[in-house]
């Protein structure tokens, strides 16, 4: 069964998914829980939590691991991923992410989460306009 049909803009499953993905996270040092749910075109869905290491910086945000989970699979085409914490506010990817966004899945919808399941949509280029690109290396 497709749980995610085409054309369909109502992100509440995916959104729910993002929810649930915050459980696969490991965040001893901050306690921050960050879920992230990865739709590819096909209605596939890669989830992924944040992962911290002792040495502070080899941390790899949720939206990270979902997408190298992905891409690792052989994935290649998304749609949209949501994000979620347990902040009361809106959560939104950092600047690494953004750029893997941008390099990995192209212009697609990206959802940001509140402690409410309140969900706003971005796209790609609106999170990180002028992005830096392959198309900036093959001069
Ligand atoms: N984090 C994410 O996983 N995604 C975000 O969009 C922002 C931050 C993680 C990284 C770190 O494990 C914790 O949240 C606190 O910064």
Redesign the pocket.
């Known amino acids: 069964m497709n749980i995610f049909p085409h054309k369909i803009m109502d992100y509440k499953l995916l959104v729910k998914k993002a929810v649930e993905a915050k459980k696969r996270?490991l965040?001893p040092?901050?306690n921050?829980h960050?879920g992230?749910a990865l739709l590819t075109l096909d209605d596939k869905l890669y989830l992924g939590?944040?992962?911290?290491s002792s040495s502070y910086s080899l941390?790899?945000?949720?939206?990270?691991?979902a997408i190298f989970k992905a891409i690792s699979e052989g994935e290649r085409k998304f749609k949209a991923i949501a994000?979620a914490?347990d902040s009361p506010d809106y959560?939104?990817?950092?600047g690494a992410?953004r750029q893997i966004i941008s390099d990995l899945c192209g212009e697609i919808d990206i959802v940001l989460v509140n402690g409410n399941m309140g969900y706003k949509v971005y796209k790609t280029s609106e999170l990180i306009p002028l992005a830096f690109g392959d198309k900036d290396l093959n001069n």
């Open positions: 996270a965040p040092y901050s921050f960050v992230a939590g944040n992962i911290e941390t790899i945000c949720a939206e990270r691991t994000i914490s959560i939104s990817p950092c992410c």
